[in-house]
């Protein structure tokens, strides 16, 4: 079975800059997550989508940051503009169950470095 | 709001020695999972509890979660150097999970 594909693997921008990870959920998985994970810290949801539409977001900085999952399988998270302080791994996850009852999958992560 | 904490913050080890985390939360959790990051990888589900007082094992690893239902804990028998990583638990609350501040394993061969 194949695991939760991310791209990129890393990425390198100057601040002011925009950027775009690339998330796709294990097939047949419902629920999707994206979470931000600063060095030293447990990851911090920022967005959680059921199918298509969105759960929650009350952690996402929405000045900045945009999530979409438009037909319900693969997500696109979007920083514009990005700050230093969004320096981070990005990391998408799915579940089955959904709704905060099953085991979260995680893909390998997006590094972001801004400069 | 929520907070999920972990004790201690780091621990080193030596091999064959035991090791605890604890997992605390400001509020009354509906179930709680444990996580393990490798350096460098992401996290991988361990376990999850649901009921209060629950206790499970794997193999070496022991995960309890408080009658309160507000903490809990992992403690692993006899590391090994396979055990190096970062543990995290993730309380859930009903609306999300949050995640703890994860506990760093060192285990010195």
């Known amino acids: 079975e194949a695991g939760v594909a991310q791209s990129p693997r890393y990425k390198i921008i100057e601040k002011r800059q925009s950027v775009a990870f690339w998330c796709n959920p294990i097939s047949g998985h419902a629920t999707l997550y994206w979470y931000q994970q600063i060095l030293g810290q447990g990851p911090k949801l920022l967005i959680q989508?059921?199918?298509?539409?969105?759960?929650?977001d009350s952690q996402l900085p929405k000045d900045r940051f945009s999530a979409e999952r438009l037909k319900g399988v693969d997500s696109t998270l979007k920083i514009q503009p990005a700050k230093l302080e969004d320096s981070a791994v990005y990391l998408c996850?799915?579940?089955?169950?959904?709704?905060?009852?099953?085991?979260?999958?995680f893909g390998e992560g997006s590094r972001l470095t801004v400069l | 709001g929520q907070q999920v904490m972990q004790i201690p913050q780091y621990q080193h080890v030596q091999e064959g020695e035991d090791f605890t985390t604890y997992c605390n939360s400001s509020?009354?959790?509906?179930?709680i999972q444990w996580y393990k990051q490798r350096p460098g990888g992401h996290p991988v589900f361990l376990i999850q509890?649901?009921?209060?007082?629950e206790v499970k094992k794997q193999k070496r690893l022991t995960f309890q979660f408080g009658e309160a239902k507000k903490n809990s804990s992992l403690h692993i028998t006899a590391t090994q150097t396979t055990d190096v990583g970062t543990y995290f638990c993730a309380g859930n609350t009903g609306n999300q999970f949050y995640f703890g501040t994860g506990t760093s394993l060192t285990v010195i061969p």
């Open positions: 509890l649901v009921k209060s007082g």
């Open positions: 989508f059921q199918n298509n539409g969105v759960v929650d």
């Open positions: 509020t009354t959790l509906s179930n």
């Open positions: 996850a799915s579940s089955l169950k959904g709704l905060n009852t099953g085991e979260l999958f």
